[in-house]
């Protein structure tokens, strides 16, 4: 009788946040990484660094990216499609900039899946039509730090 009384006070008395810090459409950042431009040119010609933040929503996994180029203003892709690889999750995410439309294509590579790397990388790829003849690209690597969250 007395261990039925514990177990009803504790469960009852426990706050609900010590069982789990799940909350449905909750949007928190899940990894950043600097990034080093490898190659560019259009109107990201010059372009060095960046910082890439992802995000993920709770219950539906990664949703989208925050990406700021420089020392700009933050811009949020939103996943458009998630694709596999043999090292790793692929992302293609977009966002419109003055209407035009920017993709972004983030290959993650795990050492966990991939043998031949040692670390976690990033690569990004943005793309912007900026007329109907002329494309703008900007390569970038870095190895991201990923966030210990409860789910």
């Not at 261990?3 to 799940?22: E, M």
């Not at 910082?51 to 990664?62: E, H, M």
């Not at 690209?137 to 789910?151: K, R, T, W």
Request: overall charge positive.
């Amino acid at each position: 009788m007395k261990r039925n009384f514990f177990l009803l006070a504790f469960v009852a008395f426990s706050p609900l946040h010590a069982f789990g810090d799940f909350v449905p459409g909750r949007v928190r950042t899940s990894a950043q990484a600097d990034l080093q431009s490898e190659r560019s040119d259009g109107r990201y010609k010059g372009r060095h660094s960046a910082q890439l933040f992802q995000l993920k929503t709770d219950g539906k996994g990664i949703t989208g990216f925050n990406f700021k180029l420089d020392s700009n203003a933050s811009v949020h892709f939103a996943v458009v499609e998630t694709q596999t690889s043999r090292c790793g999750p692929i992302y293609v995410a977009k966002t419109e900039d003055r209407g035009r439309v920017v993709l972004m294509k983030i290959r993650e590579t795990l050492p966990s899946l991939c043998r031949e790397e040692r670390n976690a990388e990033w690569r990004v790829l943005l793309t912007a039509d900026e007329s109907p003849n002329e494309t703008s690209h900007l390569l970038m690597a870095g190895v991201p730090e990923f966030f210990l969250l409860s789910q």
